[in-house]
């Protein structure tokens, strides 16, 4: 074999040392570029962190987290879990593990996985930086089985509006919606908004059982087409679904994609759902995992999947390495205005297609909404970004929290909801508190992103005092429900139920 003689040559003649397994793993990457943008090689020290995202649990100590400025923040500690148990708070930053710096620009995600996950049963040291303190807090922490959630939040909007977020298609996810959904039917749904935005896909299985919950009978869900017959496949509707009758929106953006199309492209196709929000990211291809012998895993794509009409989603592509409108095509949607302005989506007349009751909708990228909402980016600015790099409107929030835990815990929910106020005397203080981390004030801008930092403050307030982000069901119900105030796509979602019941009915004119 010429890959295989070559690689001896370099080995033994090369005037170097050289790592040849490095080498295999280069040599692997480059030559799948050649193929297309989804097909990949992970190496095995890797392998852990690609199944993270779509693991049921894990074991480790319990905390989200987050990376500002080579530091990692605690966002919050899962209840219950390791973390809390030993006194680690949200807001703390985590600079020592089992004694060595855990700072720096080397510092990421990966880093941070393999340095805190491990074995159940096993110890961790681990060392804290509190508020303005000097000293550094020594923590133990017992590593557990820690349980990860796909569902966001679950909750009434009104007396009949269910809401339910869905941030990725893990191994728990759909268990876990039908327990959302029952929960909100015991309380008395009648219209649902699905909330898919930014949404990376998962399992499709998970992704074709959610999209049965709500189409009767045995319609056509997705199917499958491949170079090879056994990688052909068609999923039907099955099951007597939780919500088979009832008004539908389910939100979508340039975020969501893979199983969130299936979901999406489903409900679309079938007149089941009115889709609202920016065209979806476009990835309709299916890979298969491939475990090697070094421990590696190869994702190899086998198959293209197609919605019940019939439309591939998938994006135009060549080969990734040398295709950067591929690698970019977000940002293009950006440059050319396609997140503002939806006739400035141009769609090709062969790629149209008929849903079951005669819609048109098109295939070639993506899953195009019924209503187009643009995207909000009046609140974005280089101030509100120095602020968020710094966390300082996390920090400031959890320590308001703290200061103000007695007072804020008497509070029921919709009171704090509906009376609580963010005071000029706060956003002065995230001001000052700002400068001093270095985010030189701006005024104009300022005056641009100040009811986003508001809403933002207050959410974050909440999610503190209620703790259901980082409580047993995994749910930020409070959180979610605060910021809907500044949700253009949310907002406008709740205005549709009459022309998504239409749809539902057969009336098939979508303006």
Do not use: C
């Given at each position: ?10 080995d ?28 990949v ?6 392998l ?21 400025k080579d530091t990692v923040?605690?966002v ?10 030993a006194?680690i ?12 710096p855990?700072?720096?620009k080397?510092v ?14 096993s110890?961790v ?13 020594n ?13 966001d939040?679950t909750y009434?909007i009104?007396n ?6 869905v ?12 327990k ?10 009648q ?16 992704a ?6 709500f189409i ?9 087409d491949?170079?090879?017959s ?18 539908v ?12 199309e ?5 409900l679309q ?8 929000g ?26 293209r999947y197609?919605?019940?009409?019939g439309r ?27 997140l ?11 790629l149209k ?7 048109t909708?098109?295939?070639g990228g ?7 909402v ?5 609140y ?22 703290t200061?103000?835990?007695a007072?804020?815990?008497?509070m ?21 508190n700002?400068t ?7 005024e104009?801008e300022?005056n ?15 999610r ?18 605060v910021?809907?105030s500044?949700?253009?796509?949310y ?5 549709l139920?009459?022309?998504?019941a ?10």
């Amino acid at each position: 074999m010429k890959y295989k003689e070559i690689l001896t040559h370099i080995d033994r003649d090369y005037v170097d040392t050289v790592n040849t397994e490095d080498l295999i793993d280069y040599s692997i990457e480059k030559m799948l570029e050649k193929l297309d943008p989804h097909t990949v090689y992970i190496p095995a020290k890797d392998l852990q962190m690609a199944r993270a995202q779509l693991e049921g649990d894990f074991d480790g100590i319990g905390v989200e987290f987050n990376i500002f400025k080579d530091t990692v923040f605690v966002v919050a500690p899962i209840a219950g879990g390791p973390s809390e148990t030993a006194g680690i708070r949200a807001g703390d930053k985590i600079v020592e593990v089992d004694g060595k710096p855990m700072v720096g620009k080397e510092v990421d995600n990966s880093t941070v996985f393999s340095r805190l996950r491990g074995p159940k049963g096993s110890k961790v040291k681990i060392g804290i930086k509190r508020g303005l303190a000097n000293d550094l807090l020594n923590f133990t922490v017992t590593r557990n089985k820690i349980p990860t959630y796909s569902i966001d939040a679950t909750y009434m909007i009104d007396n009949k509006t269910g809401y339910i977020k869905v941030n990725r298609f893990a191994a728990n996810t759909y268990e876990e919606f039908k327990k959302a959904m029952n929960t909100l039917k015991n309380e008395g749904m009648q219209q649902l908004v699905l909330d898919l935005r930014g949404n990376p896909g998962g399992y499709m299985d998970r992704a074709t059982n959610m999209a049965d919950e709500f189409i009767a009978g045995n319609k056509l869900i997705v199917y499958t087409d491949g170079k090879e017959s056994r990688y052909d496949s068609r999923v039907n509707a099955y099951i007597n679904g939780v919500f088979e009758k009832g008004p539908v929106v389910v939100l979508i953006d340039e975020g969501s994609a893979s199983a969130s199309e299936i979901v999406a492209g489903a409900l679309q196709d079938n007149d089941r759902a009115l889709i609202v929000g920016r065209r979806s990211f476009g990835k309709g291809l299916v890979q298969a995992p491939i475990p090697l012998e070094d421990g590696s895993e190869l994702r190899l794509t086998i198959s293209r999947y197609y919605t019940p009409s019939g439309r591939s989603i998938q994006k135009p592509y060549t080969h990734e390495g040398e295709d950067e409108d591929y690698t970019m095509d977000v940002m293009k949607r950006y440059e050319h205005g396609e997140l503002f302005h939806a006739d400035s989506i141009k769609f090709n007349d062969s790629l149209k297609f008929q849903t079951v009751k005669g819609r048109t909708v098109y295939g070639g990228g993506g899953i195009m909404p019924d209503v187009f909402v643009p995207l909000d980016t009046s609140y974005n600015t280089k101030y509100l970004n120095k602020l968020v790099n710094a966390n300082i409107i996390r920090e400031y929030a959890f320590n308001y929290y703290t200061k103000n835990k007695a007072e804020l815990e008497k509070m029921k929910f919709e009171d704090f909801k509906n009376n609580f106020a963010v005071t000029d005397q706060m956003m002065k203080d995230v001001v000052n508190n700002g400068t001093a981390a270095g985010a030189q004030f701006n005024e104009l801008e300022y005056n641009r992103s100040k009811e986003f930092i508001r809403t933002q403050l207050k959410a974050l307030i909440a999610r503190s005092v209620w703790k259901s982000g980082s409580g047993s069901t995994g749910l930020n119900n409070e959180y979610y429900q605060v910021m809907s105030s500044n949700d253009e796509v949310y907002n406008q979602a709740l205005n549709l139920f009459d022309r998504a019941a239409e749809i539902e009915k057969g009336k098939v004119a979508v303006k």
